[in-house]
């Protein structure tokens, strides 16, 4: 058996929004545009709003037994919204990013990212025109 690991650069991004929420789709409008400035493809997905914990798991078919019940709905929707993306990255056998709908590109993702191995690209700041 190879122990060799996979090396696979990122070829898209997912920008999570909530559709019917005006702000999320003018907020993932601006990271759309942002992954376009830098030439890469992009797909949006619909996350999960504002649904308890204990919907989400049933849902989810992961046979969790047991769960934070106080868990807020939107940590919960967004904690099983990225799991989906998670999954569907998967399922689809790609290398890609996920991107909350307030995330801005800057720089095209020039990495190579092991299989089975998440990365984080970044953190939040208050002023992007100096994030180094």
């Not at 992954?35 to 078919?61: M, P, Q, R």
Request: hydrophobic share 40%; aromatic share 10%.
């Amino acid at each position: 058996m190879s122990t060799h690991t996979l090396l696979n650069k990122p070829t898209k991004a997912y920008i999570l929004r909530l559709s019917n929420n005006e702000l999320s789709v003018e907020y993932a409008r601006h990271t759309a545009e942002s992954c376009d400035k830098i030439g890469l493809a992009w797909e949006y997905f619909e996350g999960y709003d504002h649904i308890d914990i204990k919907t989400l798991v049933e849902k989810s078919n992961l046979g969790i037994k047991n769960f934070d019940a106080k868990m807020t709905v939107g940590a919960a929707s967004a904690s099983f919204s990225h799991y989906k993306i998670w999954e569907k990255i998967r399922d689809n056998k790609e290398t890609a990013i996920i991107l909350e709908h307030d995330a801005v590109m800057l720089w095209p993702v020039d990495l190579e990212i092991p299989d089975n191995t998440i990365v984080n690209l970044g953190y939040k700041v208050n002023e992007i025109d100096k994030y180094d």
